[in-house]
C-alpha cells in the first residue's frame, strides 16, 4: 500500500539553565541540528525541471502481488513494491541538493521562551522544530529537557526556597535586623530577641513562582545559624560571669 504522508520525528535537546532563570524564567538562545524540506525541490525529491511518473511495476499502487501455489491450494501475498520501494512513483532523476531524500541536516539557532517556576525534569515542547518530514507530513517538534543548576546561597524545594544565616550570639539574644539575600535582592529581615540556634523565619512571598504564573509565589525560610564564640577575652569571661552570676540570683 502506498504510505501516505507521516510527521517528522520528534528531537531532544538537554538544557541547563541557572538558578534565577529556574526562578523567573527568560530567554535562552540554543543551537540545534534538525532536517529540514530540502528548498531546492521542496521537498519532493526531483530534481528541477524533471517530474515523477507512476511506477510500470504496480501500476502506482507501491504493492505487488504474489500468487504460490500448494497442495493446499492458491495464496495470495502482498509486499511493497521492489522497483518503488512502496512510493507508487518512480524518479528519472534526483535533486542533486537532498539526493532525492527531499530533506537536508541543517544547524539552526532556537530562541526559547523559559518558563517562571521550572524545575530541573520539566520538559518544554517547540513546535515544529523537530525533523522535517520527508513525506511532505507536518514536522516534528523538539522537547527541552531543563536542568537548573545549584546556587552556592539557596536550596529551592518546589516554590519555597531556603537559605542559613549566620549571626553572632549577641544578636541572636538582643535581636537585630539584618539584611537577607533572595532571588529578589537583599530585603530586611528582624531577628526576634532570644531567638534560638536553628530558628526558622518565613519572608513571605519571596519564594519561587509557582510554574508559568509569576504573581503566585512561594516563600522563603531563613535558619539561623548562631555562632558561639570559641574563645573569649578576658573581659568578655568577666561579663559573662557577671551574667551569670545575675541568672542564678533572679532563679
Not at 525541471?49 to 505487488?64: D, E, F, L, M, Y
Not at 517556576?117 to 511532505?136: F, M, T, Y
Amino acid at each position: 500500500r502506498r504510505r501516505g504522508p507521516v510527521k517528522g520525528d520528534d528531537l531532544r535537546f538537554d538544557l541547563e539553565v541557572d538558578f534565577q532563570m529556574g526562578c523567573f524564567g527568560g530567554k535562552e538562545k540554543i543551537r540545534i541540528r534538525h532536517l529540514e524540506t530540502c528548498e531546492v525541490c521542496d521537498g519532493d525529491g526531483v530534481k528541477p525541471g524533471t517530474s515523477k511518473r507512476n511506477c510500470g511495476t504496480c501500476g502506482g499502487s507501491g504493492v505487488v502481488s504474489q500468487v504460490t501455489r500448494t497442495p493446499l491450494g492458491s495464496f495470495q501475498t502482498q509486499g511493497a513494491c521492489p522497483n518503488c520501494r512502496g512510493e507508487g512513483v518512480v524518479i528519472d532523476e534526483y535533486c542533486p541538493k537532498c539526493q532525492g531524500q527531499g530533506v537536508n541536516q541543517v544547524s539552526k539557532q532556537v530562541t526559547l521562551t523559559v518558563p517562571a517556576g521550572v524545575e530541573s525534569g520539566n520538559k518544554l515542547r517547540v513546535r515544529g522544530e523537530g525533523d522535517a518530514s520527508p513525506s511532505g507530513g507536518p514536522p516534528g517538534d523538539l522537547y527541552i529537557f531543563v536542568k537548573v543548576k545549584e546556587d552556592k546561597n539557596f536550596r529551592r524545594e518546589g516554590m519555597e526556597i531556603y537559605s542559613d544565616l549566620a549571626v553572632p550570639y549577641i544578636d541572636a539574644v538582643l535581636g537585630e535586623e539584618y539584611s537577607v539575600k533572595t532571588i529578589d535582592g537583599e530585603v530586611k529581615i528582624k531577628i526576634p530577641s532570644g531567638s534560638q540556634p536553628e530558628t526558622v523565619l518565613r519572608m513571605k512571598g519571596h519564594g519561587a513562582p509557582k510554574l508559568g504564573d509569576v504573581k503566585n509565589r512561594g516563600n522563603h525560610y531563613v535558619t539561623l545559624k548562631v555562632k558561639i564564640p570559641e574563645n573569649l577575652s578576658k573581659r568578655e569571661r568577666e561579663l559573662f560571669e557577671e551574667l551569670k552570676s545575675l541568672q542564678t540570683q533572679t532563679v
